[in-house]
């Protein structure tokens, strides 16, 4: 068992479903874990207990192989997570008690080599030297174990793709959502004007919290799309925004280069409207894919603007430096306060799941594989 742990256990996709919630319902499972055997690891590494998990809408979609990084099943999921240090390796230079951060780019599903069969969803975490970080001292577990995914993919989309100035006006689609939130922090932190949007009209009153300026209800009683363009404009003075932040796609695409300012930046940070945009068990193909009118593009002289954080930090390495140091810098400052997840206990991680998939609340929430 090792001198340091107790058996623990950990969430097992064993293999792709169909669409994410078949794979929630007939093939994730919890298996028994052993604490990692100091002998069989690297003098590098380090041990983690995972005190707290994200559970991402990334999770479930990956649950599928309708992601873009597919780990093969069997697998643990769980792309972000936060604890205690238990063991380190001669080499590495942490020191157990340690409060940490495990990098998804590094360890979990989401990244490459030795370490993506760590998973956050477990009791235990394998991470090499440079894959822990310090944890922030105003960040709580369930904070930290949240923050990179959203932060990052916000910072990337908000300011090093959109380049937000202060004074500007951006639209942010699925603003409640953890990364859309993640959005409005940043766009606030920066002193422009914010115009959130959302399905849900309780949530979007609870956006009002967190400093946006106005909040525009995007469906209407149907469900449908709605036509929201003449409602921004007014908010606009008839001008429209300087950026959209489209992390929705579909017809909310569309309906958001109406929303544009000329020359605007229109940035594509996802399509949660359409998230089947692979045929499931992991095979590849486009049944559902997005549309935008080139006319509008065209006439409107918009920038449109793909915007994959991951990706684009594994092309240039030096993009993440910066958003890190950035990000970590405003932490510490106290100029970016992440919101407190739901908490959900690991027992109920389909739940959690589950719940994160149909967005009932405002935010993400996190499991505590250890309590």
Known sequence: MGAYGKIGKKVVVSEFGETPLEALDRFLSFETQLPPEPE????????????SAAVG????????????????PPYTPGLESAGVVAWVGPEANHAVGDKVIVDGFLVGPRSKGAYQQYGGFASYV??????????P?????????SFLGNYETAYHCVIARGQLRAGETILIHGASGSTGLAAVHLAKMLGAKVIATGRSLAKL???????????????????????????VKALTNGKGVDVVYDSVGGDISV??????????????????????VAKGKGQRGAPNVNMIPTNLIMMKSLRVLGSPAVISAHQNPQLRATRLRDLFNWVDEGKLVPVSPEVFAFDDIKEALRAKWESRFLG??????ID
């Open 40 to 51: 069989t690891l690297r003098p590098t590494d380090v041990v983690v207990v995972v005190k």
């Open 57 to 72: 809408w990334v999770d479930l979609l990956m649950s599928s192989g309708q992601y873009q990084h597919m780990p093969k």
């Open 126 to 135: 394998v991470a090499p030297n440079d894959g822990v970080i310090a944890l």
């Open 137 to 145: 001292s105003r960040l709580s577990f369930d904070q930290a174990a």
């Open 205 to 231: 009153e609870a956006l009002k919290a967190h400093g946006v300026d106005h909040v525009v209800r995007a469906v209407d009683d149907t469900g449908a799309v709605a036509r929201f363009r003449d409602e």
């Open 255 to 276: 309906e958001s280069m109406h929303c544009a300012a000329f020359d605007a930046r229109f940035v594509i940070v996802g399509w949660a409207s359409t998230p089947f």
């Open 364 to 369: 993400g929430c996190v499991v505590h594989p």
